[in-house]
T-cell receptor, first 111, second 115 residues
């Protein structure tokens, strides 16, 4: 099993550009999450999904959109990137009421 | 909203020494998760605690949740360089797991172990 994978691993964007981060899991987990990690601030939840076709806002959803068309995939989109979105993005998945498994992260820089 | 405060923010120890990291919550903890992160990598699950007074161990790492369920501690015995990394606590803010796993995380504790 590959677990949770994220693509790309690194990306540099210019302000105003758009991009999509892909998260895939092969553990048949119902729940999936997108977090961002910034120095001194821990992990903050952006959006999450409790099943195929469902998404919901987390703590810091502004500037991001998500989609979960297939159970194994969770996409995070930035429509118009801003320097404040420079961060490390982590995807995670889990069964209900169990621990979350994390991907290796995507390091995004917006100039 | 629930806030988690970890202490210390960073810790430098000599190999072989014992150490403790604390995670204090502003509200009752219904599920407390400990994760370890190596620089540039994702988080690795260590342990989950749910009941007041609960204690779990894995190899040389022991985690406890106090009776009042507002603080957890992570204790490492005879530390090794392989223990180095960032330790994060994450909390489920609702009873019965009705938060859909939306965890609140502490800011992390950076552990350095000198050989």
């Amino acid at each position: 099993n590959a677990g949770v994978t994220q693509t790309p691993k690194f990306r540099v964007l210019k302000t105003g550009q758009s991009m999509t981060l892909l998260c895939a899991q092969d553990m048949n987990h119902e729940y999936m999450y997108w977090y961002r990690q910034d120095p001194g601030m821990g992990l903050r939840l952006i959006h999450y999904s409790v099943g195929e076709g469902t998404t919901a806002k987390g703590e810091v959803p502004d500037g991001y959109n998500v989609s979960r068309l297939k159970k194994q995939n969770f996409l995070l989109g930035l429509e118009s990137a801003a320097p404040s979105q420079t961060s490390v993005y982590f995807c995670a998945s889990s069964y209900p009421h169990y621990e979350q498994y994390f991907g290796p992260g995507t390091r995004l820089t917006v100039t | 909203s629930q806030e988690l405060e970890q202490s210390p923010q960073s810790l430098i120890v000599q190999e072989g020494k014992n150490l403790t990291i604390n995670c204090t919550s502003s509200k009752t903890l219904y599920g407390l998760y400990w994760y370890k992160q190596k620089y540039g990598e994702g988080l690795i699950f260590l342990m989950m605690l749910q009941k007041g007074g609960e204690e779990k161990s894995h190899e040389k790492i022991t985690a406890k949740l106090d009776e009042k369920k507002q603080q957890s501690s992570l204790h490492i015995t005879a530390s090794q360089p392989s223990h180095a990394g960032i330790y994060l606590c994450g909390a489920d803010p609702t009873a019965g797991g009705t938060s859909y796993g939306k965890l609140t995380f502490g800011q992390g504790t950076i552990l350095t172990v000198h050989p």
